[in-house]
């Protein structure tokens, strides 16, 4: 009798388990564009043929954000990169915005510059795997109009940027290597910039005039300045001690 009970309690319990297949499609649709593309690419596409026919399409591959490999401890850089690459290449050109952390590298750059002729927004945080080389000639191929760069760049990256991104609205860089003559650069040659974000930037603390200050303050609409007084104020931005792939 209490065999037959279990039974019953387990059979009442496995009938409320939704069946995810059965969803209606704009349901579907809706959960699976809010998974991480790491998920989209290891997991989700593997479940079922109805998720991998979803993910055929590119415009599916618009936004890439690859931002829970901190939970995933035996995942190396490369193997990263790797998936971000095919993610970047699925997208077919459509790519509107990515976001890339730590990992990316020279391939992962060259693969967004090849693929990113609609490009609108783009995150480059503490990857300092990419060289000046090919972080310069993907910014020369890239229409952006939202950029946030750390990796330290120096002035001569700021001229790509004044020189590349005459459209663009909204740039961090704050914590970068960047002086008075570089941002001069660029408050000349992007006349569109609303957002300008240069906190924690050292080397333009020390350069930086009253005068120049005062043309930031008019030409910036929502503006982020330096505050440091000395060297020990300064913080070199948390770069979420991503330096090294212990896995790699």
């Not at 496995?14 to 699976?32: C, R």
């Not at 930086?208 to 505050?227: A, F, G, N, T, Y």
């Amino acid at each position: 009798m209490a065999s037959s009970s279990i039974t019953t309690k387990e059979a009442e319990a496995e009938s409320t388990i939704p069946n995810w297949l059965e969803l209606p499609i704009d349901i579907t649709a809706n959960i699976l564009s809010r998974l991480d593309t790491i998920d989209i690419v290891k997991s989700v596409c593997l479940v079922c043929p109805l998720w991998w026919n979803f993910f055929k399409d590119p415009l599916k591959w618009q936004s890439i954000h690859m931002t829970n490999f901190r939970s995933l401890s035996f995942i190396t850089f490369s193997e990263l990169a790797k998936i971000c690459c095919y993610a970047v290449q699925r997208s077919h050109g459509h790519l509107l915005d990515i976001e890339i952390r730590s990992f990316g590298n020279d391939d992962v750059l060259q693969s967004i510059a090849q693929n990113g002729s609609s490009l609108r927004r783009l995150w480059i945080v503490s990857c300092l795997r990419i060289t000046d080389k090919a972080f310069c000639e993907a910014l020369r191929k890239l229409p952006l109009r939202w950029c946030l760069i750390h990796r330290c760049p120096y002035d001569h990256e700021a001229f790509i940027i004044s020189e590349t991104m005459s459209r663009l609205c909204h740039l961090d860089i704050k914590g970068n290597g960047l002086t008075a003559v570089g941002l001069v650069a660029i408050l000349d040659k992007c006349p569109l910039l609303e957002y300008l974000d240069i906190r924690d930037c050292y080397s333009l603390s020390l350069t930086l005039s009253e005068s120049l200050k005062k043309r930031c303050i008019e030409q910036i609409k929502d503006l982020r300045l330096p505050v440091m007084n000395n060297y020990e104020d300064f913080d070199y931005l948390d770069f979420d001690n991503d330096f090294y792939d212990p896995y790699d």
